[in-house]
């Protein structure tokens, strides 16, 4: 079982910046790619990005591509999610998420488990 906490979110200006943060329980925090989803108002969960279980490889929705950035840091079971260059489209819930899937996946269903969520407003 692992439990999953984020925070970080508020009201940013577009062209802003924040970081969000997850924290894991349990010891087999390593053991799982660690991925970001958002929901906007009215709209499907959408993928953001995935760090694989060591932080080696990283995966990005194109959406976010160059201005989105996934960390990890095992020894604390912490993944950061560093959103440069906001826009309000940007706007949403974000939930990070725990996955044992064999690769670094983008589909929901592959997540075993899921934090509550923090939200992320981008102002224009």
């Known amino acids: 079982q692992v439990q999953l906490v984020e925070s970080g979110g508020g009201l940013v200006q577009a062209g802003g910046s924040l970081r969000l943060s997850c924290a894991a329980s349990g010891r087999t925090f390593s053991t799982y790619h660690m991925g970001w989803f958002r929901q906007a108002p009215g709209k499907e969960r959408e993928f953001v990005g995935v760090?694989?279980?060591?932080?080696?490889?990283?995966y990005y929705a194109d959406s976010v591509k160059g201005r989105f950035t996934i960390s990890r840091d095992n020894a604390k079971n912490l993944v950061y999610l560093q959103m440069n260059s906001l826009k309000p489209e940007d706007t949403a819930v974000y939930y990070c998420?725990?996955?044992?899937?064999?690769?670094?996946?983008?589909?929901?269903?592959?997540?075993?488990?899921w934090g509550q969520g923090t939200q992320v407003t981008v102002s224009s």
């Open positions: 760090i694989s279980r060591k932080g080696a490889s990283t």
């Open positions: 998420a725990a996955s044992s899937y064999g690769g670094l996946s983008e589909t929901a269903p592959n997540y075993d488990y």
